[in-house]
C-alpha cells in the first residue's frame, strides 16, 4: 500500500504534469471509484471544464484545487479554489499513469481524464479499493472527506513531537508498532516505514507505546521523519507495485535495514532479522539492535 513518501512522490508528478491543464472529458470506468455525493455522474459534471490548480497532501490523501478561469488561477498565488477540490486516494493499489497519445486502456482502468489536445490522467486500480471525490466549492474538504477529520498530524508538522506522542501514548499497552501505524496518532506511516523507523530508533515494535520513555519518544520522532524524508528523495519504495506517474518504482528498498529481510543478517550487528505477524502486519526486526 502507497504510503507517505509514495502518495508525496504522486503528488510531485501530479503537481509537474498537470499544469495549465484544463479537463476536458473524464469517463468513470467502475462506479465505486467515485465516492463523493451523486457519484460519478455529479463527479464528472463538475470536473468537465475545471482547470487543475495546485496539488496538496494530507496523509496518504491528495488533493487538487479546481478553478473556473485560468487567468485567475496564474495570477493569483492563493487563488480560490471556486470549482472545488477534487480528493484521491489511493488506498492499495491505485495509480495515476501519464497517456501523451491514444492507447487503450486496461482492464484495471477506473477513471479517465483528458484535456483537449488528448493527453490522458488514467487512475489504474488492479483491488479497486481507490477513491475520489468532488467537493463542492466554499465546502472544507473534510465534509465531504470524511477520513480527514481522523487523521493525526503530518510527520513533518510541528505538532507531531515528542510532547504530543507522550500524552497520546501514556498509559497505553497497545505495541507501538499499531500505534504508529494508526493515522489518527500521525498520518501518513504504514506497515514498511513503521519497522524501518522502529529499527533506526532501536525500539522494538512489541514494546507497549506507554511504556516509552521521553528521549526515546524523541529519537522516535527523528526517524519516522528522517526514514520518510530518505524515501521521498529515492522517489517512494520498491516494494509493493507501486509506480509514480511516469511508471517508475521509486528506490527506497535497496537501503532498507529491516523492512522485508526477515532471516538476512542485520546490517548492523550481523544478527538475523525476525519476521512475525503482529496486529495482523508482518513485521520485522531485529532482536539485537532494538530493545
Ligand atoms: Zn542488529
Redesign the pocket.
Given at each position: 500500500m502507497p504510503e507517505l513518501p509514495e502518495v508525496e512522490t504522486v503528488r510531485r508528478g501530479l503537481a509537474d504534469r498537470l499544469v495549465d491543464f484544463q479537463i476536458d472529458q473524464v469517463e468513470v470506468c467502475r462506479e465505486r471509484a467515485i465516492a463523493s455525493p451523486g457519484g460519478s455522474g455529479e463527479f464528472i459534471k463538475m470536473l468537465c471544464g475545471m482547470h487543475v490548480g495546485s496539488w496538496l497532501r494530507r496523509g496518504k490523501y491528495l488533493m487538487a484545487s479546481l478553478h473556473h478561469d485560468f487567468a485567475q488561477l496564474s495570477a493569483d498565488s492563493e487563488p480560490d479554489p471556486d470549482g472545488g477540490w477534487w480528493g484521491v486516494h489511493l488506498r492499495m493499489t491505485g495509480q495515476f499513469q501519464w497517456h501523451e497519445a491514444i492507447s487503450s486502456p486496461c482492464p484495471h482502468t477506473r477513471v479517465r481524464i483528458w484535456n483537449k489536445k488528448g493527453k490522458e490522467l488514467r487512475f489504474v486500480d488492479t483491488r479497486s479499493f481507490g477513491q475520489m471525490w468532488w467537493v463542492p466549492p466554499g465546502n472544507a474538504p473534510e465534509t465531504i472527506i470524511t477520513g480527514l477529520q481522523k487523521l493525526g498530524p503530518e510527520p513533518f508538522s510541528s505538532a507531531f513531537n515528542s510532547s504530543y506522542l507522550r500524552q497520546r501514548l501514556k498509559g497505553s499497552k497497545r505495541p507501538i508498532k499499531s500505534a504508529l501505524l494508526d493515522q489518527s496518532i500521525v498520518a501518513g506511516a504504514g506497515n514498511i516505514y513503521t519497522d524501518e523507523s522502529l529499527f533506526a530508533a532501536r525500539i522494538r515494535p512489541h514494546t507497549p507505546s506507554g511504556q516509552l520513555k521521553s528521549v526515546e519518544l524523541e529519537r522516535l520522532c527523528d526517524c519516522l521523519t528522517e526514514v520518510l524524508r530518505v524515501s521521498i528523495g529515492a522517489g517512494g519504495t520498491t516494494f509493493s507495485d507501486f509506480r509514480d506517474l511516469e511508471g517508475i518504482n521509486g528506490n527506497y528498498g535497496g537501503q532498507a535495514w529491516v523492512y522485508r529481510r526477515g532471516g538476512q543478517a542485520?546490517?548492523?550487528?550481523?544478527?538475523p532479522?525476525r519476521r512475525e505477524s503482529l496486529c495482523g502486519r508482518g513485521t520485522h526486526w531485529?532482536?539485537?539492535?532494538?530493545r
Open positions: 542485520c546490517r548492523i550487528c550481523s544478527t532479522i531485529c532482536p539485537n539492535c532494538q
